[in-house]
């Protein structure tokens, strides 16, 4: 099998590895869309950030010489990717994926796991990929299959968003954050926002590979002190010291960061629907604003009662926030 990947970051590299182990040939796209060649692929896959997703859509575009004979998936996190790829390549082309292997960068800069996981696929149109499931079993990954999509993508965003974007905002490991009760009943919230959401729009949410995404939901609805003595620990042993994504995006001074395919897909999503989620809006907006005038970050770092107040008062200007307490 020819496999192409565009994003030569620790996913690609390490999905890379994967399938030459079992003796796919596999080929990375050059960054500098001028040098990028025409290619025979069986496979795409699209592991850039999510606000790189149009640029590869366009190596892409200019890549594949029978788009028509590859399939294009799309582990990325957040959601939203596989509708920018498929308004170019069709909803058959795509598969959305969810990978749930933490995976880091080696001295060579290759991605290796740091823990077990697994992937999972979902196709975006009505082929099934059959294939495909059996290509990343054969290399031992843990591979399940899913039928919707949606459910897919968003309860991967139910786990993305956990101790994120506060961690983030404040420049704090997520063992820290755990300890500041106003923050941590922040991330609640949060949580409780995306299931709402979720609901209103009929996407029912699914457990991945190691991870139980239907009973963090569930937890997330009990009252705040029941809900923190469940889920404080397990996420301060699952994440540590370790800096969450968003972190690592503002620490890369790019001025761009995921939060808007995370918290502020939330959001539009929720607003849409007609369903209240300031504590998403709020934690989009605040981490957007530090990402375009890092200066801000100041007012944040280390203090989580900003933080804290300017998600209140985003409460009150939301009249339907109650609901999601």
Known sequence: MKVYIVG????????AGLLRGIGNEVTFAPRDLDAVESVDADLAIVTVKSYDTLAARETLRRALRDPAATTIVTPQNGVGNEEILAEAFGRDAIVAAALTVPVD????????????GGIAFAPVGVNAHNWLLAA???????TTAVADYRSLKWSKLA?????NATCAILDMPPERMVREDAIFALEIRALREVRAT????????????RYAVRA???????PTPAARVLL????????GTKPPSLLL????????????????????????????????????????DIAHLPQLWAKYRERPATLAEEAAAESVRAPAAKAQH
């Open 105 to 116: 960068r080696d001295d060579t800069g290759t991605g290796i796991p740091t823990k077990r």
């Open 216 to 222: 963090l939901l569930a937890v997330a609805t009990l």
């Open 198 to 209: 979720m609901h209103a729009l009929g996407i029912t949410p699914i457990d991945l590979p």
């Open 8 to 15: 030569a970051g620790a996913v690609g590299t390490y999905l």
């Open 136 to 142: 990343f079993a054969a290399t031992g990954l843990p």
């Open 232 to 239: 404080a620990g397990r996420i301060a042993g699952a994440r």
């Open 159 to 163: 786990l993305n968003i956990v101790a």
């Open 249 to 288: 995006d503002l620490r890369s001074a790019k001025h761009r960061t995921e939060v808007d395919v995370l918290n502020g897909a939330v959001a539009r999503a929720a607003r849409d629907v007609g369903v209240a989620a300031p504590v998403n809006a709020v934690l989009a907006r605040i981490l957007s």
